[in-house]
């Protein structure tokens, strides 16, 4: 007996194949840069659906998603626990910049709650591990200043290093002041560097010793670094 065919088998089969194929997309996890895109948008645009998509990403337990949302809500004084809350999730999650934002938390505290920096130490140490610039220059302050933690100059040169070769102006600056006694060579090098990323108060400070050469050529530049100065402080302070 000659076995029968149906003509919409083959497409049933098809469809239920490119159904299960499309299931199976949608539960992959989304890349980093695609629930940072959503954070963004979130944040800058205050889009519900993208919010709502954090949030079932977070509770995938995707450390990404769970930063970006605890960043949404660290804006939100109502819902600065559940921000805190999310950073540490995500932070132990191995997420550097979750990491550095819970130090951050706990180092400034809150209104009415005492900042924590000892508590926020051992956080920016784990971040700054991870080659985070701005969390290593954090923990080489508390080095510094001995805030929070013993003073401690060496712990702090080494930190501040790992900053400032990381790229943070800042710390190259700091640098360039802890070493213009030791080593002038290096010490007007790294003001040099912390300069040519406009930090302002590098640019002021290479201006002020242009200002005390004796080449006309100097003093032009310390003219415009001057001027420099003065504009990326109005306007691009956050950014250090």
């Not at 979750?98 to 051992?122: I, N, S, Y």
């Not at 610039?133 to 933690?149: F, S």
């Amino acid at each position: 007996m000659r076995p029968h065919h149906y003509p919409g088998a083959a497409l049933i089969a098809v469809l239920t194949s490119v159904f299960l194929f499309g299931c199976q997309i949608q539960r992959e996890a989304p890349t980093t840069a695609q629930i940072e895109v959503i954070g963004m948008k979130a944040k800058q645009e205050a889009d519900a659906h993208a919010e709502r998509k954090l949030m079932a990403w977070a509770a995938q337990s995707l450390p990404v998603a769970q930063r970006e949302l605890a960043l949404l809500y660290q804006s939100r004084p109502k819902q600065r626990a559940d921000a805190f809350k999310l950073f540490e999730q995500a932070a132990r999650g191995g997420d550097s910049e979750a990491a550095f934002q819970l130090g951050e938390m706990l180092r400034a505290g809150a209104p009415g709650v005492p900042g924590l920096p000892a508590a926020a130490a051992p956080w920016y140490a784990q971040a700054a591990q991870q080659q985070h610039a701005k969390a290593a220059l954090a923990l080489g302050l508390l080095y510094k200043n001995g805030n929070g933690v013993a003073r401690d100059e060496p712990q702090a040169t080494h930190w501040l290093t790992v900053a400032s070769d990381l790229g943070n102006a800042h710390a190259m600056f700091l640098l360039s002041n802890d070493y213009r006694e030791q080593d002038p060579v290096k010490a007007r090098a790294l003001l040099e560097e912390a300069a040519e990323h406009e930090y302002p108060p590098a640019l002021q400070e290479l201006a002020l010793q242009l200002q005390q050469g004796n080449s006309q050529q100097d003093r032009q530049r310390a003219g415009h670094l001057m001027l420099e100065a003065s504009e990326h402080r109005r306007n691009n302070w956050n950014r250090f």
